[in-house]
């Protein structure tokens, strides 16, 4: 089982990028999968979610018409277009994925992260 986060970089204030995250080993079609970003010293934050079929989404405010999250689950894959950065978006991206089950519990699966940097 694998996840795993590309497309961090650097980059100025107001510019874009666009993060990837792809899954191996389970059956990605059916689980749920959110970015969250965590800074030095603080707990995960939530980016975004995106339901297993893609249909619905949600997003933290602070980020809500600037980040885009979205999936093919042909590709196993699930991107996070970031734009009109700023400089309090630098931090670690992570992407989860999720399965709820009906009868109660779930399973998650982690990626390792990828550095997000805005800096002039």
Do not use: H
């Not at 030095?40 to 600037?66: F, H, N, Q, W």
């Not at 009109?84 to 982690?110: I, M, N, P």
Request: aromatic content about 12%; overall charge positive; hydrophobic content about 35%.
């Amino acid at each position: 089982v694998q996840l795993v986060e590309s497309g961090g970089g650097l980059v100025n204030p107001g510019e874009s990028l666009k993060l990837s995250c792809a899954a191996s080993g389970f059956t990605f079609s059916g689980f749920a999968v959110s970015w969250y970003r965590q800074a030095p010293g603080k707990g995960r934050e939530l980016v975004a979610s995106i339901t297993s079929g893609g249909v619905s989404t949600i997003y933290s405010d602070s980020m809500k018409g600037r980040f885009t999250i979205s999936r093919d689950n042909a590709k196993n894959s699930v991107y996070l277009q970031m734009d009109s950065l700023k400089f309090e978006d630098t931090t670690v991206y992570f992407c989860k994925a999720e399965q709820v089950f009906a009868g109660g519990g779930a399973r998650a699966y982690w990626g390792q992260g990828t550095q997000v940097t805005v800096s002039s």
